[in-house]
């Protein structure tokens, strides 16, 4: 993408007042949603113009290449920005699993009558993706 196309996907992205901006990423295959971190304007820049996705880590506060340390990494196929602008949507190919847990998605809880339980739908990847 160039310079101009990102300065247009810029314009349109609604960053609060840390300069943030809430990012899901979803599974190109199967629509699962993995997880949900934030980006600002450097993360989104990076993302858009190198095809890995990169957030902004407010632990550490710096730039944070999904995968760079765990391998893990997420190749980004669609951005999408919502209605508002205030939300991103990531449709990435996912190698291995989304979550530092080692699960597949950041949401394999959910909540039912005993309090919480694992949902069966979101097993740990058992996969080989080496
Ligand atoms: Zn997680």
Redesign the pocket.
Same mark, same amino acid.
């Given at each position: 993408m160039d310079d101009s196309a990102i300065e247009r996907v810029l314009a349109a992205v609604k960053f609060d007042a840390q300069g943030l901006v809430p990012a899901i990423a979803q599974a190109h295959d199967g629509g699962e949603v993995l997880?949900m971190a934030w980006m600002n304007r450097d993360s989104l820049i990076e993302t858009l113009k190198s095809g890995r996705v990169v957030y902004w880590s407010r632990s550490r506060q710096a730039l944070w290449r999904k995968g760079d340390t765990s391998g893990h990494e997420q190749h980004l196929r669609e951005l999408r920005i919502d209605c508002d602008g205030d939300t991103l949507l990531a449709i990435v190919d996912q190698t291995g699993a #989304?979550?530092?847990?080692g #699960?597949r998605?950041?949401f394999?809880r959910k909540a039912d009558v005993a309090g919480l339980a694992e949902a069966e739908t979101f097993r740990p990847c058992g996969h080989d993706h080496a």
């Open positions: 997880m #989304a979550c530092h847990t #699960a998605t950041c394999f």
